[in-house]
């Protein structure tokens, strides 16, 4: 039996020249729900993709999200506008996530995609959405959850400091 690899979608900073010119990024989608997206290094912080790929290791390697159908060029392909699903990065001020680079919003049909200002340029911000309107719009990925739940998503593991039940005084 051939060694298959698990659905996974891997971010890189792309320091070996993949990305076209005139772009920021670039993305390998091949059949098997197997995807790299490449950004170019002065575009996209390194932390911002650290949490990508730990949020990716999840969010499809446990299937929430993947791959219909696809081949190499079909996610290069103008968007149809299908509005099958909605996800999308917006930049927010980084006092909002002092603690992350990115953090996610999910109900079932969208995806929304919280990015600490700082991390990524505007310019990656719009060819991500470019991207994201026809991957999920038009359903070459899609969401999969098989129970109709919504269900929790992983988040990068960052000490949470709680009140204490009862006043601390000195």
Not at 8 to 21: E, N, Q
Not at 43 to 70: A, D, I, K, M
């Amino acid at each position: 039996m051939p060694d298959e690899q698990a659905p996974s979608i891997v971010y890189h900073l792309d320091f070996a020249g993949r990305i076209p010119k005139g772009q920021v990024i670039h993305v390998d989608d091949r059949p098997g729900g197997q995807a790299d997206v490449y950004f170019h290094p002065l575009h996209v912080r390194e932390p911002l993709v650290w949490e990508l790929n730990w949020l990716s290791l999840n969010h499809v390697g446990l299937g929430y999200w993947r791959q219909r159908s696809t081949n190499e060029e079909q996610v290069h392909e103008d968007a149809e506008n299908l509005g099958i699903a909605e996800s999308a990065w917006k930049i927010v001020p980084r006092s909002k996530m002092p603690d992350r680079h990115i953090f996610f919003v999910e109900n079932k049909g969208t995806c929304l995609w919280l990015i600490r200002s700082g991390s990524c340029t505007v310019t990656v911000q719009n060819e991500m959405n470019s991207m994201l309107l026809r991957a999920a719009g038009d359903g070459l990925w899609e969401q999969s959850w098989d129970d109709g739940q919504e269900h929790p998503i992983a988040r990068p593991c960052v000490p949470l400091v709680a009140p204490p039940l009862v006043p601390i005084s000195v």
